[in-house]
């Protein structure tokens, strides 16, 4: 146990003295961070206000009338089918603003106690009002849109004789924070930074062995294990280290996120980060017992970063460019790393969340099953050299 | 530390072999032999011998084809960890790291086995005090001069004060101070009990230090004694080395006809250097008879060289080719 710890050691003190290696590991991220700022860090969001608009509606009413098309349920699923609505029940208040302020929804609908019974006209009250909550970033059209509609709706169905019910409505916007482009596209470039990271990863192992260092430690009493935790760990903190001067970087160019508390997203990036870690070290590990020679593991890897880059949605958010691929790539931990970002950086998630739970969970399944592979790999790694 | 079966045998080898399945290399052909504890034991051959690969699958890095490798009683393949205990490898190569100094290197390494950091300190000291490298013993690896390297190589295999020490050509491309040096450390190491397997392609080497030599030649070892009965065996006395201004043929056809001479019963040809070579026991005093008769053959010298007895001739005795460095 203790020898892992020196191999870690080890490779942090050779790699500090390696003063190429070390000018490199700090001025690429800085370089590839501000690139992404510089183009991404001016432009405004445009594409946070959809065209097909989600509304939620929260129904306070214990009510209920005989008449079913005169119901709150009748009313919503109207709305819903209309081609640029998605209506959503929610269940309190309180979930229904915090899902406003995760854009999960652009609005949403409280109807009051009382609204069915009112409806059909078995009460007395001579006015009923339902209230309709924005987003203070959603414009004016997107509202008038969303209100003339809800309105006209429940209008439509409700006074076949205009005047002979009023239903009232008022607005109300709440705050929440205009997301830049830059910190939409945080969590992916940030992934992008640590996963290219491997190519470091897979030159000094495939050097090593090269050398005949690991056939010279593999004849003393350490295990393969020993060697590849100690490797992951001198990695994982230059990760680290990557990793802070990305987000330094990128907050220099407008990166702001946003989080539930800042403790829990830090505490929630660094165990996103030492899964990514596991996984892509006992990657690095496995191609390099392919490749063999630092030469063809430094391109090789390549073959593996283009898709896993591609498909995480890294650069290019999927939900815009190929929605159709979602279903299929949830399961590769890029994807899953880039999703744990953005619910802790821009969705506002506690870390806690069951869903980033639930993500961690996929991820050290992942990263766990390839760290096996890559020990039973390495005896046969560390030996054939030639 | 606890001697299994006969408490002698450092190392055991039995029915050995190995083929690269990378070109199906069969590069070593049943090779079986043991070293005592306490021996110098050296592998003498030219490249490609096969020494190098004897030496992975003794010191547990290379699987074998077949056979078995006992060290201190325990197999390589099924106690492998309880062999690396008693081991010390020193690669044919320079492995270390160049980026840590030689301290730092010894330390390292060192960490790899269960031993006290106190003691392993210590020992780090010690040996590079032992081989002259105080001076550079926090300089960068990188940083040494190729004799210096060799010498870290060397230490490193040392580090965990193994019982059984493989080096497989510790002496390389050394200058002779150097190589003197190192002789005189591994002497050193017998004298304390050590157990010394050295690979070589160096004769005076091999004669010098070791108690037994194996002559390893294509995978197989085609002679083992003490250097001292090698020579007595083997090299047939000294030898004296002709060139000639004749054609080859010519020179060949003169010395059948006169094989009845005494002088000339062990002459062999060496193709590829147009040598002619005549062992002969005392061979300085019988150099003026032999000029005499082949000046009657009416041949012509080009050039002449007289060599004492050595390994080398052993080895052209038992192979017909010379043993180059
Ligand atoms: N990894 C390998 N794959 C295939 N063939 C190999 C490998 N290693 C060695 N060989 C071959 O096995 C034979 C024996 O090689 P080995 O390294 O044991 O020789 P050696 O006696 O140590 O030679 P040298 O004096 O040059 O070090 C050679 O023909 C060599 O080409
Ligand atoms: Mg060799």
Redo the contacts between chains.
Sequence with gaps: M??LW?VAV?NL??FS??RKGLLFTILIPILFYSIMGIVFGGMENNNNESYTYSVGYVDLDTTSAENPYLSTSYICNTIDEMENFIMKEIESNSSALEQLKNKEIDAYIIFPQGFELYINRTTTTLEKTIEIIYQDSTSEISRTIISSTIMGVINGIVNYDPNAVKIEHVEQTISGEQISQLTLGTPGYLMYGILSSITGAVILLTSERK???L????????TPGDIIMGHMISNTIIIMLQFVIGVGTLSLFGFRPIFHDIASMLFGILITVILLALFQNALAFVSSTILKTPEAAGGGIWLLLIPMMMFSGAFFPLELVAPGLIPYVGWIPTRIVVLIFQDLMINGLAFWHPSILLKFLWLSLEGLALFLLAVIMYRKF??SSG | MVLQNNGTIALEINHLKKIYPDGNVHAVEDISFSVKEGEIFSFLGPNGAGKSTTISIASTTLKPTAGTVKVFGYDVISETNKVRKHIGICPQDLVFYNNLTVYENLIFFGKMYKRPLKELKKYADFLISHVGLDEKRNSLAKKLSGGMKRRLNLLIALVNDPDLIFLDEPTAGLDPQTRRLIWEFLLNLKKKGKTVFLTTHYMDEADYLSDRVAIIDHGKIIALDSPFDLKREYSGGDVIEFKFHEADTTVQKKFQENSQQSHFKNVSYIDEDNLFRIAIHNGLLTIPDLLKDIQEMNLHISDMNVKANSLENVFINLTGRRLRD
């Excluded at chain 1, 056939?215 to 350490?222: A, C, G, T, W």
């Design positions: 203790v020898k020196d080890k003190k050779t003295r390696d050398d005949g260092l056939k010279r430690l593999e004849s003393s009493q350490i560390a030996q």
